[in-house]
């Protein structure tokens, strides 16, 4: 479904191959977009919780946030079939009903996550007084750039590595604010050296189908 697109992929062409017969996969799912769920659910799991392993106990906020941006953009990078079937499935939702119950849940757990690493990253930074978005605003924020950026690098093929860059180094800015609002230092010789860490000498070459 990745390769060939949502409307020109078959059950028959999936069951022939996984090598298995076509009546199997309708035991399971009742037609395609049930299967298109699965995967995508499935997909999302996954890489929830690689993104948890790499970030791990890391208490430095601002390593935290490097490590937790790069994780995303390792995603992008080696699994770029995720971001296809994500965006078909977000699409074909807009025009099929029976799917915005999955699409919806799947947005909603993606925020509840982004704000309970928020908590997380916030019980490690000085408290201020200032606070002009609630922590489930951010969540929504971030959750709205990272889908924006893979569903443009799907449709692009742009690399989308210099935007999570920049998105890594407006996430950093927000920590040396809260540290300035505090007292103290804003650590930006820190926060330069991690950007220039976020890179790849890899010449990009465009999301890759196997």
């Known amino acids: 479904?990745?390769?060939?697109?949502?409307?020109?992929?078959?059950?028959?062409?999936?069951?022939?191959?996984?090598?298995?017969?076509?009546a199997l996969i309708h035991y399971y799912f009742k037609n395609k977009e049930e299967l298109l769920v699965a995967v995508v659910r499935y997909l999302d799991d996954f890489f929830r919780e690689a993104w948890h392993a790499r970030i791990g106990d890391i208490q430095e906020p601002m390593e935290r946030l490097m490590v937790s941006v790069e994780s995303i953009a390792e995603m992008m990078r080696k699994h770029p079939e995720f971001w296809r079937l994500q965006f078909?499935?977000?699409?074909?939702?807009?025009?099929?009903?029976?799917?915005?119950?999955?699409?919806g849940e799947m947005i909603e757990t993606f925020i509840s996550n982004l704000a309970a690493e928020a908590r997380e990253l916030t019980g490690m930074l000085p408290?201020?007084?200032?606070?002009?978005?609630?922590?489930?605003?951010q969540a929504?924020?971030?959750?709205a750039v990272i889908y924006g950026i893979g569903w443009l690098?799907?449709?692009?093929?742009n690399d989308p590595?210099?935007?999570?860059?920049?998105?890594?180094?407006?996430?950093?800015?927000?920590?040396?604010?809260?540290?300035?609002?505090?007292?103290?230092?804003?650590?930006?010789?820190?926060?330069l050296e991690l950007v220039q860490r976020f890179s790849d000498p890899e010449t990009y070459r465009g999301p890759k189908v196997e």
């Open 1 to 22: 479904m990745a390769r060939e697109g949502f409307e020109n992929t078959s059950l028959k062409q999936i069951a022939e191959e996984a090598g298995i017969a076509t």
């Open 88 to 103: 078909q499935l977000f699409m074909l939702s807009q025009s099929n009903p029976a799917l915005r119950p999955a699409t």
């Open 127 to 137: 408290a201020t007084d200032l606070q002009t978005l609630s922590i489930e605003d």
């Open 140 to 143: 929504a924020f971030s959750a």
């Open 153 to 157: 690098w799907t449709l692009t093929g």
């Open 161 to 191: 590595l210099p935007m999570l860059r920049m998105y890594l180094l407006l996430l950093m800015s927000g920590v040396g604010l809260t540290n300035v609002l505090s007292g103290r230092d804003p650590e930006l010789g820190r926060m």
